[in-house]
């Protein structure tokens, strides 16, 4: 007899386990589990009365789904998202405009989905990249801004693999999801020379003239008298010079994004650049092998599969 009660009581944590979708179901049936409990009293007297722990158990069992349930609810049930927000994706392509202590740029990101733990991308992107300590300056007579001592405009060009790992989760009805990130690649640097416009008076001459030069080359006219400002982005391309580099990036992502479709993250975090020709960006500083640089970038794009 002692057999048939453990069988009854096994029977009504089976259908606990079995029902955890529908609470009120799971409390009728343990309820008529339990009667039939007491109803084998008379059978024996030794297990005349169901012993108080088992019956602490069983409504702990019966009332956990209501719990469950509402949790359910809170945090959001899958089955009740349309279809596409319930497929898990392995693919993502993003765009992204960022902000870097010494420039601005913007990318694409072809990435995929290894596990709900790791996406891994190829980034592409270009880059400008200014000196910290250059300042823009405006003549009087002028409307074109320049920055005086300025030796190269200089564009960045990258490719590189990433690595991000999730760090912290998101519920399925939104919140942020966090993850560190680390990639390295190749990258290549291209120089513009930077012309100033000056007017320029010789003593063989008339008159005054304005001339296109660049920084370098102030000394070695005959005579000029002022810069008036920036000269077109045209002059100069014919003198373009090749850098190649190497650069290595960490920080820390944050997705936004609320639909499983749509990817929107934030990142955040340090780049370092060699370059083992040097950049010479100012004519006052030396060139620069080493750059270090803080960024920011904004990522949007879509999930998908392949």
């Known amino acids: 007899m002692q057999n048939n009660l453990n069988q009854n009581e096994e029977d009504c944590f089976n259908v606990v386990r079995l ?29 005349s009365l169901l012993k108080p722990h088992r019956l602490l158990i069983a409504a702990t069992f019966a009332l956990a789904p209501l719990v ?32 870097h202590t010494q420039g601005l740029g913007m990318g694409y990101k ?22 910290l300590k250059q300042i823009k300056l405006m003549n009087l007579f002028s409307t074109t801004a320049f920055v005086y001592g300025k030796m190269n405009d200089v564009l960045v060009l990258r490719g590189g693999y990433e690595v991000a790992k999730r760090i912290y989760g998101k519920p399925y009805w939104g ?69 190649p580099g190497v650069y290595v990036k960490g920080g820390m992502e944050f997705e936004i994004g609320t639909s499983r479709l749509r990817a929107q993250s934030i990142e955040a975090g340090v780049m370092v650049e060699y370059f083992p020709q040097g950049i010479q960006l100012m004519a006052q500083n030396p060139e620069a092998y080493v750059i270090p640089t803080l960024y920011l970038s904004y990522h949007w794009g879509s999930r998908y599969n392949r």
């Open 175 to 243: 919140g942020v999801e966090l993850r560190w990130l680390y990639g390295a690649g190749a990258e290549l640097a291209l120089l513009k020379p930077y012309y100033y416009m000056v007017v320029v008076a010789e003593p063989s001459s008339t008159g005054i003239y304005t001339q296109e030069t660049k920084y370098d080359t102030f000394d070695h006219v005959d005579e000029w008298i002022e810069i008036i400002g920036r000269a077109p982005f045209k002059y100069g391309l014919n003198e373009m010079k090749l850098r």
């Open 68 to 99: 469950f349930h509402a949790q359910e609810i809170a945090v959001g049930n899958d089955d009740r998202q349309p279809i596409e927000e319930r497929v898990i994706y392995n693919r993502e392509s993003t765009l992204h405009l960022t902000v």
């Open 19 to 47: 029902s955890s979708r529908w609470p009120v179901d799971v409390v009728m049936q343990v309820f008529i589990r339990l009667r039939r409990l007491r109803g084998n009293q008379q059978v024996s007297n030794r297990n």
């Open 110 to 131: 072809a990435g995929r989905i290894r596990s709900i733990y790791q996406t891994t991308y190829w980034n592409f992107e270009v880059s400008y990249l200014r000196s």
